[in-house]
């Protein structure tokens, strides 16, 4: 009987799916900024990872839709609560304008005060990582902050077009707040489609550079792939940021496989005092797109970054793992590599120049059984 409803709810998921994607799809995604990009990740229409990755066989969609219909998953949601340290705007404004703070949101959500300025990197409130709000992955837990919550923010950082990064309800809700966004190519179409003027929107190729009052931005590559729906797959770039600001860096993975190009990042950039590194999402299936925990590890050390705080774990369940399998690994596999990792609950704050300890939270969380 289980079985049945999964299987009626797998093809839900694919006839719904095709029909409203298609109706929903936006077709300016084509459109690459005002430039024509003559760059070797840009081949015929579409952005392709540098070196290219092999074509997934057709079959592996079908393997992976039919994992999930079949197997039972162990701890895919959290049993118990995920602990939220909730923020106020009050809290935000008080911390010192002259310090370099970062807070983790949800999922890869960050907000960071730079200097007394705010900013957002992959804002995403909503409930779902979805394009349907009855369906697709929910989240565990509140964001850290509320979209009313949130202080003036002056810039936003986006990696790429998933759902689970670009989140049209939380575009929408920083309008007031005119910030500026800086996104990889061709994601500006979409945030103008959704009424974000064109001159708050900066496009960036991969290792395109822009100096700011007070330090310097650079977009620089990632392994991985974009899209919304069924036919804009790779019509906008992905990538990671690199964020300087006085003598504080910073570099943000975006969603990505372990590559070479991150000793690069790391030659030209680095070395950073903290990198927000993707840990969470990884399966066998898509080894190239999504880095396992040990790979987490050896890119915080290829980017030479000081301290690794990873992300994209603990908010969505988008693979096969238990949720808690990330931190525990990356925990293991970092201590063995003596990366310093900092493993704050969501909404609790980082002074990045001066980070102090964080508890092994998620081990509160698990279930006795798996500690
Ligand atoms: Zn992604
Ligand atoms: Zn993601």
New binding site residues.
């Given amino acids: 009987m289980k079985l049945l409803r999964k299987t009626v709810l797998c093809i839900l998921i694919v006839v719904f799916g095709i029909t409203a994607i298609g109706v929903a799809i936006n077709h300016t995604l084509v459109t690459v900024a005002n430039r024509s990009y003559d760059v070797d990740y840009f081949q015929n229409d579409v952005f392709v990872n540098q070196p290219n990755l092999d074509k997934d066989s057709p079959f592996t969609f079908f393997k992976i839709l039919y994992r999930r219909v079949t197997q039972p998953r162990e701890a895919a949601r959290p049993a118990n609560p995920i602990p939220v340290v909730a923020l106020t705007k009050a809290n935000l404004l008080d911390l010192p304008d002259d310090g370099m703070f970062a807070v983790k949101l949800g ?2 959500s960050l907000l960071l005060k730079m200097n007394g300025e705010f900013w957002l990197v992959d804002p995403m409130f909503s409930n779902r990582a979805s394009p349907f709000s009855f369906i697709g992955p929910k989240r565990f837990h509140a964001p850290a902050l509320s979209l009313s919550q949130l202080p003036e923010i002056s810039y936003v950082l986006l990696t790429h077009n ?1 759902y ?2 670009l989140d049209r309800q939380s575009i929408q809700a920083l309008k007031a707040a005119d910030p500026q966004y800086f996104v990889p190519l061709g994601v500006g179409a979409e945030l103008q489609s959704w009424g974000v003027p064109a001159k708050q929107i900066n496009q960036f190729g991969w290792w395109d550079e822009q100096t700011l009052s007070n330090g310097k931005l650079a977009f620089t590559p990632a392994q991985h792939f974009s899209g919304r729906g069924l036919t804009d797959r790779n019509k906008s770039l992905w990538g990671s940021w690199v964020l300087q600001i006085n003598d504080t860096r910073l570099f943000v993975s975006g ?1 990505s496989g372990y590559f070479d190009t991150f000793k690069e990042i790391g030659k030209r950039y680095g070395p950073f005092d903290m990198g927000f590194i ?1 840990n969470g ?1 990884y399966a066998a299936y898509w080894p190239g797109v ?1 880095m396992t925990p040990s790979e987490t590890v050896q890119a915080a050390l290829d980017t030479k970054s000081r301290y690794l705080v990873p992300i ?1 774990n603990s908010t969505f369940d ?1 693979a096969f793992h238990p949720w808690f399998e990330p931190l525990e690994k990356v925990s293991d596999k970092a201590q063995q590599a003596r990366v310093a990792l900092l493993t704050p609950r969501f909404g609790e704050v980082i002074n990045i120049q001066q980070p102090g300890t964080f508890p092994k939270w998620w081990k509160q969380v698990m279930l006795p059984r798996y500690r």
């Fill in positions: 999922h890869s998933h689970d990064h969603d993707e999402a999504h994209h988008l």
